[in-house]
């Protein structure tokens, strides 16, 4: 059956305009993206039929082209809408902290994180650098590593934060094998760079882990810092 064929309230284009987003399923907001389905499903099916094949809307959304691409109904041009849908959410989540003081929205920072750094193969440590109003200034991707590590540089980071007059920043990098628990190394790293940024009289406000998958883990909220 069509979707044109089920009841009003069961479609997720009226369900969304009548009840609002939050109240449709992952497969229907997929659909929704999708548009239409394939020969033999609607696009609630491919939609399920998605989620199915990768495991979570997470890894979805982080599939690489070919991987999107290899599946019956999709293609890089599909792929690529959804990359840009993707970018969207990242740059409006930047926009909020960028106007807000980063204490008014720890969500945003939470879930820019995730969209920022949870996809990538390899480590990587980004610092965002805060004005006295604790709003965002810029967010930098200052250092690329391997999948299970990679090399901080203290001086890079001062120089870094110095450079655009940063009264605070807050770390972060991800951990792309999947563990969101500090290891030793992190809370040295948190510690010297802690120590180097208090000689400037920059303060560090929190040091986020970004697993590949899950909620970021927060340094201040451990007790870590």
């Known amino acids: 059956m069509a979707i044109t064929d089920w009841p009003e309230c069961e479609r997720p284009r009226e369900k969304l305009l009548g009840s609002g987003a939050h109240a449709l399923t992952d497969s229907e ?3 929704l993206f999708l548009r239409v389905g394939i020969r033999g499903q609607t696009a609630v099916d491919l939609a399920r039929n998605l989620l199915t094949r990768f495991g979570s809307l997470t890894r979805l959304c982080n599939a690489s082209a070919e991987e999107f691409a290899a599946v019956p109904g999709m293609g890089l041009a599909k792929y690529a809408q959804l990359q840009a849908v993707m ?6 989540l930047a926009e909020q902290m960028s106007e807000r003081s980063l204490f008014d929205s720890p969500t945003a920072v939470r879930d820019w994180l995730q969209l920022h750094l949870g996809h990538l193969p390899h480590e990587t440590f980004c610092i965002l650098l ?8 810029e967010a930098v ?12 540089y203290p001086r890079e980071v001062v ?3 110095l450079e ?4 605070a920043v807050i770390l972060a990098h991800n951990h792309p094998s999947g563990a969101a628990e ?7 790293l948190t510690r010297t760079l802690r120590n180097a940024l208090d000689l400037v009289d920059i303060r560090i406000l929190d040091h986020f882990i970004v697993p ?14």
Not at 164 to 167: D, K
Not at 212 to 225: C, I, M, V
Request: charged content about 25%; hydrophobic content about 45%; glycine content about 6%.
């Open 130 to 137: 805060l004005d006295a109003r604790n709003r965002l200034i």
């Open 159 to 161: 120089k870094l934060a």
């Open 212 to 225: 590949a998958h899950g909620r970021p883990l927060s340094f201040a909220e451990r007790g870590l810092l």
């Open 164 to 167: 655009h007059n940063a009264a």
């Open 141 to 152: 991707d200052l250092f690329r590593g391997t999948l299970t590590q990679t090399s901080v």
């Open 182 to 188: 500090p290891s030793t190394a992190d809370e040295l």
């Open 29 to 31: 907001l997929l659909a």
């Open 87 to 92: 970018e969207l959410a990242r740059r409006a």
